[in-house]
């Protein structure tokens, strides 16, 4: 199963029916990182997420030989649109125990890449979808 691509399709289909950046980012975590919508999302984010999305398709540099890439970039997502960029690398580093120089490290920044660039409107909604399949999905041959 190519769960780079299933995200992707994801992130596409919400795109067409979020409100705000904000919210894509809180959705996709739910969906494809097992991170709630509601006040218990600090409590799933602790924990790790779930894998409602398993299998490969990232790129050598991002994965870690798991079948939960997908879950570990959308909940960054989730946690990032939530208590900013900053906080999220902190949370990374010292909750979730992601090295910096690790796949799960790299996964990690580029998910907060992802959010800076939604914020300054560099990458719409309508492109997320295509900026994950760029940037962190291996090439389908």
């Known amino acids: 199963m190519n769960a780079c691509a299933d ?16 919210r894509f980012f809180v959705d996709l975590g739910a969906e494809a990182g097992g991170v709630r919508r509601g006040p218990l999302w600090f409590w799933d984010a602790a924990r790790g997420g779930r894998n409602r999305i398993r299998g490969r398709g990232f790129r050598p540099h991002v994965d870690d030989g798991t079948d939960g890439q997908a879950r570990h970039f959308a909940g960054i997502l989730a ?3 939530r208590i900013g960029v900053r906080a999220t690398r902190w949370f990374a580093i010292h909750v979730l125990g992601d090295a910096e120089d690790s796949a799960d490290g790299r996964l990690t920044d ?6 800076r660039l939604a914020r300054s409107g560099a990458v719409t909604r309508a492109t997320v979808g295509e900026w994950i399949r760029r940037t962190i999905c291996e090439p389908v041959h």
């Open 79 to 81: 946690v990032a649109a």
């Open 110 to 115: 580029h998910a907060l890449d992802l959010v």
């Open 7 to 22: 995200l992707v399709s994801t992130a596409e289909r919400l795109a067409r029916t979020s409100a705000s950046s904000r």
